[in-house]
């Protein structure tokens, strides 16, 4: 014991609110509560026997509640510890306890939790099987040749005096065989003859009575079964039966490392008419759920709802049958082979098997995006509850594909889950942002949101122009660049090329069109385009002019008539085309030059000011192919100044003249997007936090900031480990949180969207942080 005659345990709270407030009060009542463990990251809490009470509000479907009942302790309800700090003392618990015949009108019938607990106290009874166990003194003699005596249980064999024997396995009396055999066919005629008659109900009661561990009934009767549920007449005893039936056989016959029951799984469950295989089995089932006609075969339509809750359960059992194998996998600690388990034969044949996006998963993706769209903004239970069974199929399968292929080659598992990622980006490229922010935090496959959130931003990054530099996935990745789209789109619509251009009648358009403007040269340049090289004026704004012109029109090599213009020293050009072109692009890059790297390396300074008045220090965040900012490039400390008062100056403009962003809908799924990016990226890279339970990180104010001033090959020749190298650079960009912060958009910080406050706070919480580690008082 604890030494405390008050130790509790909570089960089945779920409001976090109430649940702190009771920790609270435990505590100031000089009470004891025993917590849970971290396993992978799910709080998984198991009943600890030094526990005197479980706070609980109603029954809840656990084992610690069971185990907390049969050993007679008080079973309360939160209120119980919720009255007693306000009385500033412990009550007695008997008012409080919790009564399961609450609903039940009979005087008679007394609360059989009190019962138990006034027998177990007055020691009539130690509690729950035990007084069973010591009178029987079991004897267990094991001679199933299948399965060794140590798969008996050991919390079975402490509860009495239990020998176990193992007899001899050979049999000397072929007569207990013959009977054995005779009973069995004897089963098999009775249920066949039950369903020639069309007894299904009455032949799955029959078959449930005769399942044993190790025992498979004959494939054809359960496809029979199958037959009559898929075809919409059967009733809704026999299909939940049928439910039932499925998960004993499972549960008597578990397929991980079974070759025998895995093949048996892979026989039924297919369409008995078709017998193509699982996965279109389940592709079909979806599809039936999701009431559409693309199914392996004709069948009833529209589904009536018991058809429909039948195929939610067997997509639900096809999930147990898969988290069953992936979990027994993580425990056994060894791959299981593509004969070993059914989720493996199910998406990977023989040429696939080194590979995650076998085309069977690239199909579980699609459909996964299709029933996204078919539940978005659903509050239909049933609509939700197919979304989450895929969703949960997709995160088994992808996460014991990783763990069969972790312990031999971590770099596949790492290519493998990039190339769906990019696959699943190419999916959502037409999706709208609302599916976009409903599909992507959903994943539940930490590594595939990470990515996915990657490809799918990278994308829209490269949509707008603005070049990324193929660097791993990092902290300082995710602050310095990825967050420069969102800072610079934030007050600007996101389309790729915008057309903007003067009206008139054909006739008066077909005047003013300049001699040359159709003709294109060999390098893909326009008339915009040599206008700009030579600083026509003229003829540019003549061009201007024009309805449906694109501005951004590029050449060949990318280039923009803005990137000529700051390239050739046309500063008339430059100043026409910010003054009547509302959506130039002047973050347009070609290899990571943007127009304002063309006037500074060119030493136009004059054009680089009127850009930087025009669009502010947004700019200045843009890096070319070697990693250079445009500051970068200027020598001379007076210029450096003088350009930073001119973003400054407009920034302090932007500023003052709007705080609202125009595009929330294209705001909002960035910010969701790189919220499931950076949290991600948190858990997974195993940055400590606080919201981890990890040790706490001893890092006092001198190593930070030695950290700090490393350079990056130093920092490289010194930390070999490319683990501890990747840590040390997220830490030091972590310490630099502040300035990344500071170059966000007004109109960002003070967005009002879900996502948006979401994705600040983040990065606040993440500059806090940084400024705990310089000051040596960090709670990471």
Same mark, same amino acid.
């Given at each position: 014991m604890?030494?405390?005659?008050?130790?509790?345990?909570?089960?089945?709270?779920?409001?976090?609110?109430?649940?702190?407030e009771?920790?609270?009060?435990?505590?100031?009542?000089?009470?004891?509560?025993?917590?849970?463990?971290?396993?992978?990251?799910?709080v998984?809490? *198991?009943?600890?026997?030094a526990?005197?009470?479980?706070?609980?509000?109603?029954?809840?479907?656990?084992?610690?509640?069971?185990?907390?009942?049969?050993?007679?302790?008080?079973?309360?309800?939160?209120?119980f510890?919720?009255?007693?700090?306000?009385?500033?003392a412990?009550l007695?618990?008997?008012?409080y306890?919790?009564?399961?015949i609450?609903?039940i009108?009979?005087?008679?019938?007394?609360? &059989?939790?009190?019962t138990?607990? =006034?027998?177990?106290?007055?020691? #009539?009874?130690?509690?729950?099987?035990? &007084?069973?166990c010591?009178?029987?003194?079991?004897? #267990?003699?094991?001679?199933?040749?299948?399965q060794?005596?140590?798969?008996?249980?050991?919390e079975?064999?402490?509860?009495?005096?239990?020998t176990v024997?193992?007899?001899?396995?050979?049999?000397?009396?072929?007569? *207990?065989?013959?009977?054995?055999?005779e009973t069995?066919?004897?089963?098999?005629t009775?249920?066949?003859?039950?369903?020639?008659c069309?007894?299904?109900?009455?032949?799955l009661?029959?078959?449930? /009575?005769w399942l044993?561990?190790?025992?498979?009934?004959?494939?054809?009767?359960?496809? =029979? $079964?199958?037959q009559?549920?898929?075809?919409?007449?059967?009733?809704?005893?026999?299909?939940?039966?049928?439910?039932?039936?499925?998960?004993d056989?499972l549960?008597?016959?578990p397929?991980?490392n079974?070759?025998?029951s895995?093949?048996?799984?892979l026989?039924?469950?297919?369409?008995?008419q078709?017998?193509?295989?699982v996965?279109?089995?389940?592709?079909?089932?979806?599809?039936?759920?999701?009431?559409?006609?693309?199914?392996c075969h004709?069948?009833?339509? &529209?589904? @009536?709802?018991e058809?429909?809750?039948?195929? !939610?359960?067997?997509?639900?059992f096809?999930?147990r049958?898969?988290?069953?194998?992936?979990?027994?996998?993580?425990?056994?600690?060894r791959?299981?082979?593509?004969? /070993?388990?059914?989720?493996y034969?199910?998406?990977?044949?023989?040429?696939e098997?080194?590979?995650?996006s076998?085309?069977?998963?690239?199909?579980?993706?699609?459909l996964?995006?299709e029933?996204?769209?078919?539940?978005?903004?659903?509050?239909?239970?049933?609509?939700?509850?197919?979304?989450?069974?895929?969703?949960?199929?997709?995160?088994?399968?992808?996460?014991?594909?990783?763990?069969?292929?972790?312990?031999?080659?971590?770099?596949?598992?790492?290519?493998?889950?990039?190339?769906?990622a990019?696959h699943?980006? #190419?999916? $959502?490229?037409?999706?709208h942002p609302?599916?976009?922010r409903?599909?992507?935090?959903?994943?539940?496959?930490h590594?595939l949101?990470?990515?996915?959130?990657?490809?799918i931003?990278?994308?829209?990054?490269?949509s707008?122009g603005?070049?990324?530099?193929?660097?791993?996935?990092?902290?300082?990745?995710?602050?310095?660049?990825?967050?420069?789209?969102? @800072?610079?789109?934030?007050?600007?619509?996101?389309?790729?090329?915008?057309?903007?251009g003067?009206?008139g009648? &054909?006739?008066?358009?077909?005047?003013?069109?300049?001699?040359?403007?159709?003709?294109?040269?060999?390098?893909?340049?326009?008339l915009?385009?040599r206008a700009?090289?030579?600083?026509?004026?003229?003829?540019?704004?003549?061009?201007?002019?024009?309805p449906d012109?694109?501005?951004?029109?590029?050449?060949?090599? !990318?280039?923009?008539?803005?990137?000529?213009?700051?390239?050739?020293?046309?500063?008339?050009?430059v100043?026409?085309?910010?003054?009547?072109?509302?959506?130039?692009?002047?973050?347009?890059?070609?290899e990571?030059?943007?127009p304002?790297?063309?006037?500074?390396?060119?030493?136009?300074?004059?054009?680089?000011?009127m850009?930087?008045r025009?669009a502010?220090?947004?700019?200045?965040?843009?890096r070319?192919?070697s990693?250079?900012?445009?500051?970068?490039?200027?020598?001379?400390?007076?210029?450096?100044?003088k350009?930073?008062?001119?973003?400054?100056e407009r920034d302090?403009?932007?500023a003052?003249?709007?705080s609202?962003?125009?595009?929330?809908?294209?705001?909002?799924?960035?910010?969701?997007?790189?919220? $499931?990016?950076?949290?991600?990226?948190?858990?997974?890279?195993?940055?400590?936090?606080?919201?981890?339970t990890?040790?706490?990180?001893?890092?006092?104010?001198?190593?930070a900031?030695?950290?700090?001033?490393?350079?990056?090959e130093?920092?490289?020749?010194?930390?070999?480990n490319?683990?501890?190298?990747?840590?040390?650079?997220?830490?030091?960009?972590?310490?630099r949180?502040?300035?990344y912060?500071?170059?966000?958009?007004?109109a960002l910080?003070?967005?009002a969207?879900?996502?948006?406050c979401?994705?600040i706070?983040?990065?606040?919480?993440?500059?806090?942080e940084?400024?705990?580690?310089?000051?040596?008082?960090?709670e990471?």
């Amino acid at each position: 014991m604890l030494g405390n005659q008050y130790v509790f345990q909570i089960s089945g709270q779920k409001d976090l609110r109430q649940k702190a407030e009771m920790l609270q009060a435990i505590r100031q009542l000089q009470g004891h509560y025993i917590g849970g463990s971290v396993v992978k990251a799910a709080v998984l809490q *198991v009943y600890n026997e030094a526990v005197t009470h479980l706070i609980t509000s109603k029954p809840p479907a656990s084992e610690k509640f069971l185990a907390a009942c049969a050993a007679g302790k008080w079973i309360v309800t939160p209120q119980f510890v919720l009255d007693s700090v306000k009385n500033r003392a412990w009550l007695p618990e008997a008012p409080y306890e919790l009564n399961l015949i609450a609903t039940i009108k009979d005087p008679v019938t007394t609360n &059989p939790l009190q019962t138990w607990r =006034e027998k177990v106290a007055r020691g #009539i009874t130690s509690g729950a099987f035990q &007084p069973l166990c010591s009178s029987l003194n079991w004897s #267990i003699h094991w001679n199933k040749p299948s399965q060794p005596a140590s798969c008996v249980r050991p919390e079975v064999m402490e509860c009495a005096s239990i020998t176990v024997q193992e007899e001899p396995r050979h049999v000397t009396d072929n007569s *207990v065989l013959l009977q054995l055999e005779e009973t069995l066919l004897g089963y098999i005629t009775r249920i066949e003859s039950l369903l020639e008659c069309s007894l299904f109900s009455q032949a799955l009661e029959e078959l449930q /009575g005769w399942l044993h561990p190790g025992v498979l009934p004959p494939a054809s009767v359960l496809h =029979e $079964c199958m037959q009559h549920a898929l075809h919409g007449e059967a009733e809704p005893y026999f299909l939940g039966m049928f439910n039932v039936v499925l998960n004993d056989i499972l549960c008597n016959n578990p397929t991980w490392n079974n070759p025998k029951s895995v093949k048996y799984f892979l026989k039924i469950l297919q369409c008995p008419q078709c017998e193509a295989g699982v996965w279109p089995f389940l592709q079909t089932s979806v599809r039936v759920s999701l009431g559409s006609p693309a199914t392996c075969h004709s069948l009833p339509s &529209p589904a @009536s709802p018991e058809l429909l809750h039948f195929h !939610g359960n067997l997509q639900a059992f096809i999930l147990r049958l898969f988290q069953l194998e992936l979990h027994a996998m993580a425990s056994a600690g060894r791959a299981a082979g593509s004969r /070993g388990s059914v989720i493996y034969s199910m998406f990977w044949n023989v040429w696939e098997k080194m590979t995650l996006s076998s085309k069977a998963l690239q199909q579980l993706v699609k459909l996964l995006v299709e029933t996204t769209l078919w539940a978005l903004h659903s509050s239909e239970k049933r609509r939700l509850r197919v979304l989450g069974t895929l969703q949960e199929i997709l995160a088994a399968v992808v996460e014991y594909w990783a763990q069969e292929h972790t312990r031999l080659n971590s770099r596949i598992v790492q290519k493998g889950f990039q190339d769906l990622a990019e696959h699943m980006a #190419i999916l $959502c490229q037409d999706l709208h942002p609302d599916t976009l922010r409903e599909l992507v935090p959903a994943l539940l496959s930490h590594r595939l949101r990470m990515l996915t959130a990657d490809a799918i931003y990278r994308n829209i990054c490269i949509s707008n122009g603005l070049l990324l530099h193929p660097e791993p996935l990092s902290l300082h990745k995710i602050d310095s660049h990825l967050l420069t789209l969102l @800072s610079m789109r934030v007050l600007s619509h996101h389309s790729v090329s915008q057309h903007f251009g003067g009206s008139g009648s &054909p006739e008066d358009t077909e005047k003013n069109v300049p001699k040359g403007f159709y003709r294109v040269n060999s390098a893909g340049e326009t008339l915009l385009h040599r206008a700009c090289k030579r600083n026509q004026v003229e003829t540019v704004l003549q061009i201007l002019g024009l309805p449906d012109v694109d501005v951004n029109v590029k050449d060949h090599a !990318g280039w923009t008539p803005l990137h000529e213009a700051c390239n050739h020293g046309s500063s008339e050009c430059v100043r026409a085309l910010l003054q009547h072109c509302p959506g130039l692009q002047l973050d347009s890059q070609v290899e990571g030059v943007s127009p304002l790297h063309d006037a500074l390396r060119n030493q136009h300074t004059h054009i680089a000011k009127m850009l930087l008045r025009h669009a502010g220090s947004v700019l200045l965040q843009l890096r070319d192919s070697s990693g250079h900012t445009p500051l970068d490039l200027v020598s001379s400390a007076a210029l450096h100044e003088k350009l930073m008062r001119c973003a400054e100056e407009r920034d302090a403009a932007l500023a003052v003249q709007s705080s609202e962003v125009r595009d929330m809908d294209f705001v909002e799924t960035c910010s969701c997007l790189l919220s $499931c990016l950076l949290l991600t990226y948190l858990a997974e890279q195993h940055i400590p936090s606080y919201e981890r339970t990890d040790p706490v990180l001893e890092f006092s104010s001198s190593a930070a900031h030695t950290l700090l001033r490393l350079s990056r090959e130093t920092l490289h020749s010194h930390c070999t480990n490319a683990k501890a190298r990747a840590l040390a650079h997220d830490l030091r960009t972590l310490m630099r949180m502040e300035q990344y912060v500071k170059q966000l958009s007004p109109a960002l910080i003070h967005c009002a969207g879900t996502h948006t406050c979401l994705l600040i706070q983040l990065l606040k919480d993440l500059q806090a942080e940084g400024k705990a580690l310089l000051r040596g008082k960090s709670e990471l």
